[in-house]
Each structure stands twice: as C-alpha cells, then as structure tokens.
C-alpha cells in the first residue's frame, strides 16, 4: 500500500476511538456493498468509502440530524473515491441531514445522484411506533464529481425531488443526457460555484432545471460550458403528479406557476444553443451573468403548461448581464414559444444590460426584440474587450457580467 494510503487509514483508523459513543464510522473497501449498512445507520453515522472503485447503492435509512447528519464520504478530498455507477450512482429514499462529499459518480444510465424525498420506504418501524420525522431534505453535495450520464434520454446526472433546503457546492458535473441538475418540487436550493461542461456523445438537453412548482432556487457563481439547448431552464411542463402539494382544483386561472423566486446571479454561460429559458415561471432574477456566444438565442421565453391554472412568465428581471457573440453565432436574440395562452416579452423587464457585437446595428433587424420590456436603455457600443477568464477590461463594461467589481 502507498505510504500516503497507510498514513491516512491509520489517521482514519484513529478517528474511530475518538468519535461520540453513539455514531459509528463504516469504513468500506473497494467492492464491498454498503448498501448493506442501511439497516444499521443511525444519526451521525460515517459511510467512509476507502480509495479505489466502488458499487453504486440505494439507502432508505439515511436520517440524521441537523446537530448529528449521516455523511457519506471519500476517505481524502484530493482524491475522491470512486462510485462506479450502475442504474444509479447513489440513490437515497426520503433523506434527512445528509451529506454526500468527495466522491466521483461516473457511468449511470439513469441518474448518477438520485434524492427522492417522496419516494415509498420499506421497512422500518410500525407506523404508530414511528417517532415524527421532518420533511425529507436538508441535504449537502460538496466536491462531487458526476460524468457519464446517460448517454440519451431524460437521464440527470443529479436528480432532487420533493426535498426542503438543499445545497449543492464546488461539485462538476461533465456529460449527461437530460439535465445536469433537475430539480422537481423542491424549496429552499442552493447552486454555489459549479461547472457544467457537455460532451459531444451525450445529449445534454439543459445545465439546470427548475420545476412543478419549485421555489426559492440560487445558482450563484457557476459556469456552463457547451451545456446544450438551454444552460437554465426557469420552469417546465411538469406532470401534475409532480407538485408538492398538487395545484388545487380551484384555483384561479394564471395564478400557478412551475417556477418562483428563482435567482441566476453572477454565472457564465459559454456556447450552447440557448443561456437562459423561461418557462412558466414568476419572479425570477437573472442578474450579473456573462453569456458568451449561444448559438441560436439569447432567450427562451416559452409557455409550455396546456393547464389553464398556470400563467405565462410574469415578474422577472433581466439586469446587469453581459452578452457577447459574434456575426452568424445567434438566429435571434429572444425565441418565443407559446401553448395554451400564448407566450410574450412583457413578462421580463430589462434593467440595463450590455450587448455586444462588431455589427449590432446590421444585425439588429435580424436578430429581433430584446427578451422583455425595456426599463433602461440597453447598452450595444460598448466593447468589453474579454480578457482570458472571460473578465470586461474596458472601463465602461465592469459593472456588466459575472466578475463586477
């Protein structure tokens, strides 16, 4: 064994003598199942996956605590673990205060990383027995690694659904099929500074999806690299089944909406047909984005819910962006889309933005309307002349983009 391997078992080893009386640390060798560990996890409890190649594993009993969460780790951050996916990767049934950290996932055919908060549990304790449990959620992903996913189809590489309060942190995700990220029904989610970058075999349909009726997203700090037909998507056309709870019988028309309180802030999106979609969605902020060179439009604006009770995108900003391509990269600058009552602009208003191109006003008339109604003046003579980390050097321009001072 390699002698930074030997240090860090004994350091490991170490740790068990030390931990609370009542939290068990379960160290697993390459190979071994640890989906077998699911019985025995109790609030605290460790999964420490050794360095080497793992077996993917479905858990049911994943329940922590918010002062004792069960985590599920890689032995040494600067060499994850590895789970050789199968269906999935890692799959966890109604979790509570967990975390999952360290690890690479590679090789799902359906989702690398599955949170399903209303999934059916097997087992356990009788129903009048059961100690009151918190809504599934309050769930962690820090430095993981999800690639291979798919490769065709709605297969996610990361795939939350009906969850409270969960964050998702320094993690990459390269090639996948649906969504990088596809986020159903879920409230309070965080995305902080990660990287979605497609392969050219997967079909990457979107970087992240919000929707059936998700509300109070952030995706701050990441970047979208060739993240396919839309690096966001605000929004859906989600199966009724979907929502948490399901859209009252009687409720108003245009007053439901797939899609609230979602925040796109300081974000880099590179390549991909489309940067941002919004779909069904109120609300929304998209604010202090660099959007380099999509490929067929800026904006999607679409009305996809046939379902009379949902309105069309109503209350969102577009503000502070900086959009940037060149002669023949862009068919327009908003594509609209409309089902059942229709789809427009004026659900977006347009803070300053800056929009640049060598010939804005040759292209202008091609390309179309802005996406939304114009508050402020855009701004479209300014050359933000980019450096190599895609950052504005000229003066008139750093308010604009991801990187303002």
């Known amino acids: 064994m390699p002698i930074f391997l030997r240090i860090l078992t004994a350091a490991t080893l170490a740790m068990l003598f030390t931990a609370a009386a009542d939290a068990t640390q379960h160290l697993v060798r390459p190979g071994e199942s640890w989906q077998s560990l699911d019985a025995r996890l109790k609030p605290g409890?460790?999964?420490?996956?050794?360095?080497?190649?793992?077996?993917?594993?479905?858990?049911?009993?994943a329940q922590g605590t918010a002062a004792r969460p069960i985590v599920i780790r890689g032995l040494d951050p600067d060499h994850p673990s590895t789970i050789q996916a199968e269906g999935y990767g890692i799959r966890l049934l109604r979790?509570?205060?967990?975390?999952?950290?360290?690890?690479?996932?590679?090789?799902?055919?359906?989702?690398?990383?599955?949170?399903e908060g209303d999934a059916e549990v097997t087992g356990g304790a009788?129903?009048?027995?059961?100690?009151?449990?918190?809504?599934?959620?309050?769930?962690?992903?820090?430095?993981?690694t999800v690639s291979d996913t798919g490769p065709k189809g709605l297969r996610h590489a990361i795939?939350?659904?009906?969850?409270?309060?969960?964050?998702?942190?320094?993690?990459?995700?390269?090639?996948?099929?649906?969504?990088?990220?596809?986020i159903v029904a879920c409230n309070d989610v965080t995305i902080e500074a990660c990287r979605f970058a497609g392969k050219d075999e997967y079909g990457q349909t979107t970087g992240v999806r919000i929707r059936a009726g998700s509300d109070r997203v952030n995706i701050n700090h990441c970047r979208f690299i060739d993240a396919g037909d839309q690096?966001?998507?605000?929004?859906?056309?989600?199966?009724?089944?979907?929502?948490?709870?399901?859209?009252?019988?009687?409720a108003k028309p245009a007053s439901l909406y797939e899609a609230s309180r979602v925040r796109v802030m300081r974000c880099t999106f590179q390549n991909g047909l489309c940067a941002l979609a919004f779909v069904n969605c109120e609300r929304c902020t998209v604010r202090n984005c660099t959007i380099l060179r999509p490929r067929r439009a800026v904006v999607s604006i679409r009305h996809e819910q046939e379902d009379q009770r949902f309105g069309p995108t109503a209350n969102c900003v577009f503000g502070s962006n900086l959009i940037t391509w060149q002669a023949g990269d862009l068919t327009t600058l908003t594509h609209l889309a409309g089902?059942?009552?229709?789809?427009?602009?004026?659900?977006?208003?347009?803070?300053?933005?800056?929009?640049?191109?060598?010939?804005?006003?040759?292209?202008?008339?091609q390309l179309g309307p802005f996406p939304g109604t114009e508050a402020f003046p855009q701004v479209t003579d300014v050359d933000p002349k980019l450096d190599e980390q895609l950052k504005p050097t000229a003066k008139e321009a750093q308010l604009y983009g991801a990187d303002p001072p």
Do not use: Y
């Not at 999952?100 to 990383?113: Q, S, Y």
């Not at 795939?159 to 596809?182: K, M, P, Y």
């Not at 602009?345 to 800056?354: A, C, P, Q, V």
């Open 159 to 182: 795939h939350i659904r009906q969850l409270e309060t969960v964050r998702i942190e320094n993690c990459r995700v390269e090639g996948w099929a649906g969504s990088a990220v596809e």
């Open 95 to 115: 979790p509570g205060h967990v975390r999952i950290t360290d690890l690479i996932v590679t090789g799902a055919k359906i989702h690398g990383v599955f949170l």
């Open 45 to 61: 409890d460790e999964i420490i996956l050794m360095p080497g190649l793992h077996r993917p594993a479905t858990l049911q009993a």
């Open 126 to 144: 009788d129903e009048e027995d059961a100690e009151p449990r918190e809504p599934p959620g309050h769930a962690t992903l820090t430095n993981i």
């Open 231 to 250: 690096g966001v998507c605000l929004g859906g056309a989600s199966d009724l089944e979907e929502f948490r709870p399901q859209p009252p019988a009687e």
């Open 339 to 365: 089902g059942a009552g229709g789809a427009g602009g004026d659900g977006i208003t347009l803070e300053d933005n800056l929009w640049w191109t060598p010939d804005f006003d040759e292209q202008k008339e």
